[in-house]
C-alpha cells in the first residue's frame, strides 16, 4: 500500500545498519560493502587513526546490544525461518520496535486481499484492507499525549502519509492511540501510535534525517533496552 519502514533496537548490532538508523532494505545492503571496506588495514595517519577510534567507539557501543541479543541466540535460530512468531517473541521480550505504514501493517494480524484473508505477525489486533483510493495523503503532524518508548509526552512532530490501505477491523479504541493528529489522517479517529512494550506503530512517516527526535528516541530505547539485559545477567 505504501513504502514501509520497521526498525528494531537489535538493527544496531548489523554493521551494515552502522550510521544508517533509517533505511530500506536496498540501502540496508548497499551499506555493508562500505562498512567491511572501513575495516580493511589502512596506513597510519591523523585520519586513518581517527577512523579506526570512530569505529572503536561503535563497536564499544554496539557490544552492549549485541550481547543482549545473544542470549537468546537459541531462541532465535529456533525461529528464525518463522518470522512471524520471531517478532512477537521480539517485541514480548521488549526490544525497541519502530513501525511506519507498510512496518504498522506488518505488525497486524492480516490483510484482505482481493477477497482473501492473510496472516501477518498478529503484534496489534488489526485486520487491514487496501481501499480503491488514496486513504491519506499529504503532509501530517502529530503531538505525542501518551507515553511511549520513542517520544517524550508534548513532542510535536511534522511528517506526512500517502496510503491507500484501511482499517477494516481493530480491537481498540481511539484514546488508546497515543498520538493525536493535528494535521492528517492517523489510523482512527483523528489519532495514531499503537503501543505494545517498546513497539510503536504508526501510519505517519517521518523523514529521519530532519527529525532528531527520532534520532535521538531510537538509540535512547535501545540503550535502555541494552542496560535492562545487562541487568538481567548480572
Keep these: 500500500s505504501c513504502p514501509g519502514r520497521i526498525m528494531s533496537g537489535s538493527s544496531l548490532v548489523s554493521p551494515g545498519m552502522v550510521g544508517k538508523f533509517a533505511a530500506s532494505n ?3 545492503r548497499s551499506t555493508a ?5 572501513a575495516r580493511r588495514p589502512i596506513r597510519a595517519s591523523s585520519t586513518s587513526r581517527s577512523a579506526r577510534s570512530t569505529w572503536s567507539t561503535w563497536s564499544t557501543r554496539l557490544a552492549s546490544v549485541s550481547r543482549v541479543v545473544s542470549t537468546s541466540r537459541s531462541s532465535w535460530a529456533r525461529s528464525r525461518r518463522r518470522p512471524r512468531p520471531i517478532v512477537q517473541w521480539a517485541i514480548e521480550a521488549g526490544l525497541p520496535v519502530y513501525a511506519e505504514c507498510g512496518g504498522l501493517i506488518f505488525l497486524g ?3 484482505l486481499l482481493d477477497g482473501q484473508e492473510y496472516p501477518l505477525a498478529d503484534v496489534f489486533p488489526v485486520t487491514f484492507a487496501i481501499g480503491a483510493k488514496p486513504q491519506a495523503h499529504g503532509y501530517s503532524t502529530f503531538v505525542v499525549e501518551q507515553a511511549n518508548g520513542f517520544y517524550p509526552v508534548g513532542t510535536r512532530i511534522k511528517g506526512h502519509e500517502f496510503r491507500y490501505s484501511t482499517v477494516h477491523h481493530w480491537e481498540g479504541r481511539p484514546e488508546e492511540l497515543v498520538l493525536a493528529m493535528e494535521r492528517g489522517t492517523g489510523f482512527a479517529g483523528g489519532r495514531d501510535g499503537l503501543v505494545k512494550k517498546n ?12 527529525t532528531p527526535q527520532w534520532v535521538a528516541g531510537f538509540i535512547a530505547a535501545a540503550r535502555r533496552f541494552a542496560q535492562a539485559g545487562h541487568q538481567q545477567q548480572m
Design 26 to 28: 536496498s540501502r540496508t
Design 33 to 37: 560493502p562500505q562498512i567491511a571496506s
Design 199 to 210: 513497539a510503536l506503530a504508526l501510519y505517519t512517516h517521518v523523514m529521519a534525517s530532519g
Design 109 to 111: 494480524r492480516s490483510i
